[in-house]
């Protein structure tokens, strides 16, 4: 295996003799303020005990120098036995406590301990981030889920920051010029699980008490922090009301009170993914603090972040999987409860819809692909671990989940997920572990139902199949299963028609369990034919679902008339699936959102609409028709611009469309007008983030120069700023310009991963693809190199980023093909994800074939 990963195999082996009874951690970051250092130092003290008494293991660590090692009293040769990735052993007593110092490196990636300097203020903030392996970039650890341990963490900060972690400080003594934070000991955790947030952080307080069964009462003191630049725009009293009632809802539904005593939420800066379940200190990308107006959708979605990372602290955190190939375990359930509770404790009554027509949308994508996997996948390693945070282990497992509480019924759901809390609280587990109490609790057998939805791969399509007679009325009505492995699927059937207002309203539903590859369904025989017959209604299962002849005529003439708005969503949900398989004309998707968007009511069903729209046009558009297609949709979004109400949230949505879409005079000079003030649409508020949209766009056609681009950030001299004139340079349709944005990326690892990100974003424009078409060769000679000396995280952004998919065309896919096919022995992480760069661009092949006609 290569040093810096770790085999399954290997972590059995060394988890069959360790027993990790506590890590004492100091950490001195007193360092960060200086440009100039790249290092901290970090001592660790392992307490653990060995089954195998004269043997040998050994510890992780990714460090620049490893200052001295001491086992047992024994001082040990760093350079005999630190490799840069691991720590050798060897005569192991059975009580052994390990001393490690290190001088361990400050991240730019956002792995391990970040550091982040504010170009607003100059402040300089921390926080770390490692799963699925990198608290070995900050302290020694056995880096794996089950050598779970109590944690007790010192820092050493200067004497201005304020230190946050996952239990509550003790003590906070002056020493210096720093002070020392020392923080109690945590539960027994995963070493991916705990966390360290340090600098100058705004914080806001609150506090949750509950009145619990026994009589007594819990009390969790409630932070919230950010940047302080960022203070102006903290919503905090927001953030506490979800998460309090989020509180409310775990402890009704889980009777397991909170067990991690504080509940901080901090918002940093840089981070790469969406939120992290820290037990006690969980993190959140900044993106979440809102410096400009956002849309309903915006709120709601931080919000179902904010209880996905909540339920996580009983699953995932309280109860841990054994290894990744459970990682399913925590994430489904946890995407599964995030909408569940946001629907059952908050404001968010779209929880549902969002769900159908977002999630499920990248599950879909994600389970179509030649590298899909079962929801329990086979992870080999670390960095199989890492590619499959994907839409198969979240949106799918919770698509499933959400199947398997409409299988065995809500009450015997939560009454197993109770029992299953209390039954391995502090442990490690395996999905038979959960299976087993949900078939007490239920009385079902679910070992054919786990072989089938978790055990096997890919989507099932769901196509109604009408026999009626001379007078309309039906004699028999099937649904029939495609797929490689026919699934149970407990659905409803809604049929719809239209009432006397013209609204498609529905008359009919029917439940039932769908097997096999046909299922006649005698209930609704003798019914007239509806309009529209809607597979899935409710959307209780995972399947795409199709349509006879007549349905997809309604929708047709029709989709923005369902009155309901989960109904109408999956309607959306299946044309666009439609779309991507090549089974409906790119232009004829195109034409229901022209016609159809603008009656969408649910903000978010909308955005996503243009977000696909974009996605049609510029990728599985038959390339002949894409200028008069850009010319619709830009029309169209400037039509329904002017036609929203005034401050709304679609016209906000609409306005941004149009940023991404307009490419004639007139769009462009509106464009103008609204950045200097000489254009107006009544009520629109032409903010700091759609200024940058709006400069984007100009950037992107030729319509802005790097002068004006720079004068925008001296206005806006923010972190957030920065980026956004960092993708727009990138983004200028000049050679130059693409260029540097490629040497800044792959010639020099010396950007932080915001900017790599925003480097490749501008880079890649799909109005620019003669510009970058020469760099595909170069892409594909530089892949191994990058996906060997960069970090994971990196380089998947790079691999993935700078993948050609605008260039949409058989000498690209051959290109791509000739890698695979000449490179068997890449590993197989760099493979897995040019695979499915290339199935994407397979797949829009196709779709351009069937547009074209």
């Not at 970039?137 to 900060?157: G, H, N």
């Not at 029992?419 to 959960?434: E, M, P, S």
Request: with cysteine; aromatic share 10%; proline share 4%.
């Amino acid at each position: 295996m290569p040093g810096k990963n770790l085999s399954r195999e290997e972590a059995q082996q060394r988890a069959d003799i360790l027993s990790v009874d506590s890590y004492l951690v100091h950490l001195d970051v007193t360092s960060a303020v200086s440009p100039a250092a790249a290092t901290f130092h970090s001592t660790t003290t392992i307490a653990f005990r060995s089954s195998a008494p004269g043997g040998s293991t050994f510890v992780d660590l990714l460090a620049p120098a490893v200052r001295s090692v001491t086992l047992n009293g024994r001082a040990l040769d760093p350079g005999a036995v630190f490799d840069g990735a691991r720590i050798t052993l060897d005569s192991l007593a059975e009580q052994n406590v390990l001393v490690v110092e290190a001088d361990c490196a400050y991240s730019r990636t956002g792995e391990g301990l970040h550091r982040f300097v504010d170009p607003a203020d100059g402040e300089t903030y921390l926080y770390t981030h490692y799963e699925p392996a990198d608290a070995r970039r900050v302290f020694a650890t056995f880096e794996q889920p089950d050598l779970k341990a109590p944690f007790s963490f010192t820092v050493t900060a200067p004497a201005a920051w304020d230190v946050y972690g996952n239990a509550v400080h003790e003590d906070v003594s002056v020493q210096g010029d720093a002070r020392v934070w020392r923080f109690a000991p945590t539960k027994p955790i995963s070493t991916y699980l705990t966390a360290v947030v340090a600098g100058p952080y705004h914080v806001e307080r609150d506090h949750y008490s509950r009145r619990l069964a026994d009589g007594s009462t819990l009390e969790i003191p409630l932070a919230a922090t950010c940047r302080r630049s960022l203070a102006p725009y903290f919503d905090a009293d927001e953030i506490f009301t979800v998460t309090k009632q989020g509180l409310d809802f775990f402890h009704q539904e889980f009777d397991f009170p909170y067990p991690f005593g504080k509940y901080d939420q901090c918002f940093v800066p840089e981070y790469n993914i969406g939120a992290m379940e820290n037990p006690g200190c969980v993190t959140f990308r900044e993106d979440f603090v809102f410096r400009s107006k956002v849309t309903e959708a915006a709120y709601e979605g931080r919000a179902n972040v904010i209880l996905h990372e909540m339920a996580h602290m009983w699953f995932g955190d309280l109860v841990t999987m054994k290894w990744w190939d459970d990682l399913w375990l925590k994430e489904s359930f946890a995407d599964f409860m995030g909408s569940f509770s946001q629907i059952e404790s908050t404001r968010y009554r779209s929880a549902w819809i969002t769900f159908a027509n977002k999630r499920k949308a990248w599950a879909y994508r994600q389970d179509q692909f030649p590298t899909t996997h079962p929801i329990t996948a086979d992870i080999r390693d670390l960095e199989d671990a890492k590619l499959n945070f994907d839409g198969i282990t979240y949106a799918k497992g919770a698509s499933v989940l959400k199947q398997l509480v409409a299988y065995v019924g809500r009450e015997a759901f939560f009454a197993g997920v109770r029992q299953y809390f209390k039954r391995h609280a502090y442990g490690n587990t395996v999905l038979g572990d959960l299976l087993g109490v949900l078939e007490q609790t239920s009385g079902r057998d679910l070992t054919s139902w786990s072989k089938a939805w978790l055990q096997t791969a890919g989507v099932n399509s769901l196509t109604p199949q009408f026999t009626c007679d001379a007078e309309g009325r039906i004699t028999e009505f099937a649904v029939v299963q495609d797929g490689a492995t026919p699934r149970p699927h407990r659905i409803a059937i809604g049929f719809y028609d239209h009432d006397a207002v013209g609204a498609l309203v529905r008359t009919h539903r029917v439940e039932l369990d769908v097997h096999g590859a046909r299922t006649v369904v005698p209930e609704l025989a003798g019914l007239h034919r509806p309009a529209l017959a809607l597979l899935n209604d409710d959307d209780l299962t995972y399947c795409k679902i199709r349509f006879d002849d007549r349905s997809l005529e309604t929708l047709r003439s029709g989709l923005g008339d369902i009155t309901d708005g989960l109904a109408r969503a999956l309607a959306w949900s299946a044309v666009w699936n439609l779309t991507r398989d090549g089974l409906m004309p790119t232009r004829d998707y195109l034409a229901l959102v022209l016609r159809f968007a603008g009656q969408e009511s649910d903000i978010g069903v909308l955005q996503s609409l243009h977000q696909h729209a974009k996605v049609a046009l510029d990728v599985y558009a038959d390339p002949a028709w894409r200028v008069e297609g850009a010319q619709l949709l830009a029309e169209g979004a400037l039509r329904e611009l002017r036609a929203a109400a005034p401050g709304s949230d679609h016209q906000l949505a609409w306005a941004r469309f149009l940023a991404q879409t307009a490419h004639e005079e007139e769009q462009l000079r509106l464009l103008r007008g609204l950045l200097a003030g000489t254009a107006r649409i009544d009520g629109l508020e032409v903010d700091q983030d759609l200024r940058w949209l709006l400069w984007l766009a100009l950037a992107a056609v030729g319509r802005a120069d790097a002068g004006e681009l720079n004068a925008e950030l001296a206005a806006d001299n923010t972190a957030s700023g920065k980026q956004h004139l960092t993708e727009c340079l990138a983004a200028l349709p000049a050679a130059e310009a693409k260029a540097a944005a490629w040497s800044a990326v792959i010639d020099s690892d010396e950007l932080p991963n915001a900017l790599v990100e925003a480097q490749i974003s501008g880079f890649n424009q799909p109005g620019q693809r003669e510009l970058t078409a020469g760099y595909t060769e170069r892409y594909f000679a530089v892949l191994e190199e990058i996906w060997s000396q960069r970090s994971i995280e990196i380089a998947m952004r790079i691999v993935e980023g700078f993948f050609p998919r605008y260039q949409t065309d058989e000498r690209t896919l051959a290109t791509a093909d000739a890698w695979l096919t000449g490179h068997p022995s890449a590993a197989p992480a760099l493979r897995r994800l040019v695979l499915e760069c290339h199935d994407d661009l397979g797949r829009a092949l196709r779709a351009q074939a069937c547009d074209r006609g």
